[in-house]
């Protein structure tokens, strides 16, 4: 059993920027953060292997930024120039190959206003 805790999300003002941290409580071979908006569904946002390869929504590309800790067993989501529509809930998930399940974190809030 893997836990992940996200923390880091809040408000910000439009053009802003936060940066989302997750840290695994075990080592996982990928790594990914996921956004839903209300009434919507939970879609990737950014996801990295453990090689350091990355794969992301072309929605945040050139904006957002995923890396990861392994050492920590961290991962970290730096959201620069952010917009209204990327208010949403962004949830860390993780796994390993082969396994039966993926592991997801409880959440955290990130809202875009001025």
């Known amino acids: 059993q893997v836990q992940l805790v996200e923390s880091g999300g809040g408000l910000a003002q439009p053009g802003g920027s936060l940066r989302l941290s997750c840290a695994a409580s075990?080592?996982?071979?990928?790594m990914s953060w996921y956004g839903q908006a209300p009434g919507k569904q939970r879609d990737l946002v950014e996801g990295?292997?453990?090689?350091?390869?990355?794969n992301y929504a072309d929605s945040v590309k050139g904006r957002f930024t995923i890396s990861r800790d392994n050492a920590k067993n961290t991962v970290y989501l730096q959201m620069n120039s952010l917009k209204p529509e990327d208010t949403a809930v962004y949830y860390c998930?993780?796994?390993?190959?082969?396994?039966?399940?993926?592991?997801w974190g409880q959440g955290t809030q990130v809202t875009v206003s001025s």
């Open positions: 075990g080592r996982l071979y990928w």
């Open positions: 990295i292997l453990s090689s350091g390869v990355t």
């Open positions: 998930n993780g796994g390993v190959p082969g396994a039966d399940r993926t592991y």
